[in-house]
């Protein structure tokens, strides 16, 4: 399907279908209320010893920042015009391919997804690693889905995945 067929489409589903990734939107949202306010720990598991606590912390708040940073480059790079929470490619939008977007396909995701790690090390939390790292998985899949339309959207779509990461730069 060509890109002026594929975007020129209306999707007229309802939003509870998900025919655009609302549902990817909203268990999201809810992950990332997860990593932010929920339970931090399970009462009787240790803390985290001394000689780890403090550096977890320095390292939390670079990660925070490092994630913040990438999350906000995407964002910018994106532009209000084609920013949105769906995954669904918007109709004549253009594909990003410098910026956060020739360090990370997905530099949104993959920021969102350092800030939470950064988080469970600064609040030294055993269940925020781990909510953290469902969010990791999580981000994956819905970029997954996403880069599915995006290949129907854009030719030079495959390309561009061969040779730029997906979520974290430099490991994924």
């Known amino acids: 399907m060509s890109r002026s067929t594929h975007m020129s489409e ?14 990817y ?16 720990t399970v009462t009787g598991w240790p803390a985290w010893p001394a000689a780890v606590a403090a550096p ?6 670079v990660l925070m920042a490092a994630g913040l940073a990438l999350l906000a480059a995407g964002g910018l790079k994106l532009g209000a015009e084609d920013l949105t929470p769906l ?6 939008g253009v594909l990003r391919q410098s910026g ?18 950064g ?5 030294h939390g055993w ?3 781990l909510y953290a790292t469902v969010l990791l998985v999580f981000a994956d899949i819905k970029a997954s889905r996403e880069e599915a339309w995006l290949v129907t959207a ?19």
């Open 56 to 61: 977890a912390r320095v390292i939390g708040i």
């Open 154 to 172: 854009y030719a030079d779509y495959p390309e561009y995945r061969r040779r730029v990461r997906k979520l974290i730069p430099f490991i994924h």
């Open 100 to 117: 956060a977007y020739g360090v990370v396909r997905h530099p949104m995701y993959g920021g969102g997804v350092i800030i939470a790690y």
């Open 10 to 23: 209306q999707r007229d589903d309802a939003w509870w279908r998900g025919g655009r990734g609302e549902w």
């Open 127 to 129: 269940l925020t690693l």
């Open 25 to 40: 939107v909203i268990a999201q949202v809810a992950l990332i209320a997860l990593v932010f306010l929920g339970p931090q």
């Open 87 to 92: 995954p669904y490619p918007r109709a004549g």
């Open 119 to 123: 988080w469970a090390l600064v609040v």
